[in-house]
DNA sequence: AATTAGCACTCTCAATGGTCGAGTGCTAAT
DNA sequence: ATTAGCACTCGACCATTGAGAGTGCTAATT
């Protein structure tokens, strides 16, 4: 069916394209590339491309372009790169500039992400641990002024999120160490979301609470775990402006709403952290569920904490994008933020 | 030297053409608005406008647009907005919807920007108090786990940041209760780049350190109060995408970079900040000194906790915005959190 | 049977030129 | 001082054209 012959045009033609967006003739193959055929052979393998769905032509007489599905075979067909000492590099400095910031996660998060897009030169995402996957691990509760408190809550991931939250009443520390000692003995180990649904079905339950103290801890609980930050670090809007696709508006608006909404881009990588596929995975174009991003291609991984995906990072682009480095680069990355991760 | 009738000609002008960006002809103005003038009069009116600047042609025989000179007599004679109906619902709607929240200052702020952008249609920033005004309240020490300690910074603001740091050794909560009260008795009132100055002074100075428990302590506070994190919320960027002079690739690069980049903005509102200047400022295209900003223009204002400047709010959009409105909702969103900051 | 040279054909792109209309500037009349 | 009248300017729009790149097909070659 696919003679190997042809799958090496395609490969040709979409590193070619890859290279600069024009489309690409039969006769641009056989100068750059040394298949001994002539561009009227070449010619009659990118038909049948065409015919198969693996390029299409522009209209009559243009060169081809690769379809997502060429993309794909491309991607598919790589062996799957053995990273260049560029991109040793890469993971190298990053190791080393970001060592001394390892403590504060958010921060190593947000420098990662930088970092990913300012070297791939595209658009890169790290998806934070979020409350479907952050455990409990320690409360601290803390007398502020007058009726307020601070909420101080540990993750086993290494997040440290406080907030603050107004009682209605005063309550003093003894109290509220109380508090924190029975909802750390309660809570220990179970992930923010389960005892979200469970706080939620407690305070359901007793509406007449019975004991004041635990009402209060419950409420206090209920608003320690609620994430209301972004878990979603984004970088390198001006990265892919720089690409010669953004020239169309309409694309740059696509792309804007993305980030702005960082919703979608948070849903595509949450859906890769549920499947937990370890390897790297790429979404070209149409791939991808979210079609405001049915432009754009995803290159994605998952990163651990021990053995559980806690996370995941990646690189977004246009489907014309360099998958082959792109890999490479998210799945250091991943990597990367495992390593930070599990040694502390 | 510019007649009142002038002044009409050109608020006339800036007011279509911030109605819709085409060029004003001398006809459009007498049939829309009624000066009993012919278009013939109107037209050496405009020349006279054009010559001093008020205005300019894009080519002979189109119609006249604003110069930025223009826009600033605009604002000038703008009889400061008696807030429309419309703007008085914005404020209700805000100081109703972000009373709950009004506990967690930097969800606050974050609201706030992506009310005040979604009902402006423009690019909204608030600035919120950075190291440069916040004011050391208090400071608690945790022990984590290992060598590793979370800090807890309130500043009087109300702004609650925890760091955690690895002290490369072991230390036991009672010392860091020991150090936590020699940090607050030492630093409370002090504003935290004071403190950083100080503390790069004393460390320097004493480079064979006596105490070690100081050494510590200043260690821990530097770390503390270095503000890692974004002070600014940005929102609005699919807003002004919708202007039509975004239509123009290379006005959106200018304004994502401006906005990837943070720093811009961060500098345009602490310019305005330091400047004290109390009451809503304007600065329209040139009048900009970043140089990336020369094509848009900025409403914006301080606002206070208590008689104290902390932090700005500002709106951007192209220097064909309606700032009649800008001005109002700035103003409002000002005082907004100015009560909120104040009544806690 | 696969490959290739040859060639007519198709389609885009950029340049050209012509028309239309909005809006001007000037001049002379009011 | 204002205005009517009018020639003029310039961009927007459109159709035409020619060049060039690349194709698909056919017939010749290996």
Known sequence: MLEERDKKVLCAIVQSYINRPDPVGSGFITKSYSFSLSPATIRNIMADLVEMGFLRQPHTSAGRVPTDKGYRLYVDSLCSGESEPDNRKFVHDLAGELESIKNDIDLLFEETTKRLSSFSHYLSAVLSPNAGVATFNKIKLLKHSGNQIVTLLFTDEGLVKNRT?????????????????????????????????????????????????????????????????????????????????????????????????????????????????????VLIGS????????????????????????????????????????????????????????ER
Chains 1, 2 share one sequence.
């Open 165 to 281: 939250i107004d009682l209605g009443s005063e309550i003093s520390q003894r109290d509220l160490n109380r508090i924190a000692l029975y909802l750390n003995s309660e809570f220990y180990g179970f992930n923010l979301d389960e005892i979200r649904l469970r706080i939620m079905r407690e305070m359901a339950e007793e509406k007449i609470v019975c004991d004041r103290l635990i009402s209060r801890a419950l409420r206090i609980c209920k608003e320690a775990v609620a994430f209301p930050y972004d878990n979603i670090f984004i970088s390198g809007f001006s990265e892919v402006l720089r690409l010669p696709e953004f020239s169309d508006v309409e694309r740059i608006k696509d792309i804007s709403r993305a980030i702005e909404d960082k919703h979608l881009i948070v849903k595509l990588l949450d859906s890769l952290l549920e499947s937990g596929n370890t390897s790297v995975q």
């Open 287 to 342: 791939e991808n569920s979210v079609s405001e991003m049915k432009q754009f291609s995803m290159v994605a991984a998952i990163y651990k904490k021990g053995d559980k995906p806690v996370g995941s990072v990646g690189i977004i682009g246009p489907t014309r994008m360099d998958y082959s480095k792109a890999i490479c680069m998210v799945d250091l990355t991943a990597l990367f933020l495992s390593r930070m991760l599990s």
